[in-house]
T-cell receptor, first 110, second 111 residues
């Protein structure tokens, strides 16, 4: 079974804090993705990576950055958290025929 | 996602069939997908269909694709309480491995 692990299920941070969301896979897969999920908007792609140290912007990259130093780990970074970044964050890996999702991190920014 | 549209809510009686509809915009999409999200969980792939197919059946699930109208539907036969979830339609935009998702349809199964 594919295992996609996200470091926290729930996280509460203050405005202006630097926030790290971690995603770890055990599949040795090249492609990894970060989405945010908001009611009525579905999933929107923030960033993705197709190999170590490679990254591309998705549809809503503003206010976020990513890091992929090792193949198994893909980190999403909020440099200075803001209240409009309160959301559910989902990590995924995969390609054409299937993407495997982690359980999500619900981030609240106060 | 603005490129994929689906209704937000569906209520169905246990034992009836559920039909969830979706429209997409990118005619170059190779794959169209249905994902299921149960409460408190990530998304799980239910099924997908190649763009050169009209229909795909997998046990209680039937996917219909109308390429002319860019319309995709998911039919769940004999809907059970365990089918209560959010269902997302998705396409791979520009024949890429990046996916574009709809807003999700929340299906509620009532006794």
């Amino acid at each position: 079974d594919v295992k996609v692990t996200q470091s926290s299920r729930y996280l509460v941070k203050r405005t202006g804090e630097k926030v790290f969301l971690e995603c770890v896979q055990d599949m040795d897969h090249e492609n990894m993705f970060w989405y945010r999920q908001d009611p009525g908007l579905g999933l929107r792609l923030i960033y993705f990576s197709y190999d170590v140290k490679m990254k591309e912007k998705g549809d809503i990259p503003e206010g976020y950055s990513v890091s992929r130093e090792k193949k198994e780990r893909f980190s999403l970074i909020l440099e200075s958290a803001s209240t409009n970044q309160t959301s559910m964050y989902l990590c995924a890996l995969g390609d054409y025929n299937e993407q495997f999702f982690g359980p999500g991190t619900r981030l609240t920014v106060l | 996602g603005e490129d994929v549209e689906q209704s937000l809510f569906l209520s169905v009686r246990e034992g009836d069939s559920s039909v969830i509809n979706c429209t997409y915009t990118d005619s170059s999409s190779t794959y169209l997908y249905w994902y299921k999200q149960e409460p408190g969980a990530g998304l799980q792939l239910l099924t997908y269909i190649f763009s050169n197919m009209d229909m795909k059946q997998d046990q209680r699930l039937t996917v219909l694709l109308n390429k002319k109208d860019k319309h995709l539907s998911l039919r769940i036969a004999d809907t059970q309480t365990g089918d209560s979830a959010i269902y997302f339609c998705a396409e791979n935009m520009r024949n890429d491995y990046k996916l574009s998702f709809g807003a999700g349809t929340t299906v509620t199964v009532r006794a």
